[in-house]
């Protein structure tokens, strides 16, 4: 495994981390500013990711599905997160670090910074989205998505 792999993977967790740690319910809690529910962000970040596999590897798509916003539940949610985040594992791991990602410029390292980076701005909008509503995730929660060292 290459230090892009591992780094997304970790990544990919501290996702899977929140999901897990929000309400059923509270998927279609949104911001004061509108924007996606937060079920629809998690699915969002999904759909990007197809869409990138789409481009750099079209045979990596293979198996994935794109989520119907009026059946979001964490399970699908989470399943699909995990397919994609391995589709991009793999795509990772045809690639070399110093190499380049198919219709991605500059190189593979970009590519992981653009994603961690998009992504984690849904994450962010996911927090505000559910502290506005009062659902504010546990304080563990909080802190734990910085915890890089313990995915």
Known sequence: MNFLTETWQIHNNINLYLLESINEENLKDLAASKGRPVGEQFAHMHGVRMMWLKVADPALLEGLEKIDKQNITKTHLAENL?????????????????????????????????????????????????????????????????EWGVR
């Open 82 to 146: 995990q397919q994609s985040g391995k589709a991009i594992e793999q795509l990772f791991e045809k690639t070399l670090p110093g190499g380049k990602i198919k219709g991605f410029k500059p190189l593979a390292t970009g590519f992981l910074g653009y994603l961690i980076s998009h992504e984690s701005h849904h994450r962010g909008q996911i927090m505000l989205a559910l502290k506005q509503s009062g659902h504010m995730v546990p304080q563990k929660i909080q802190y734990g998505i910085w």
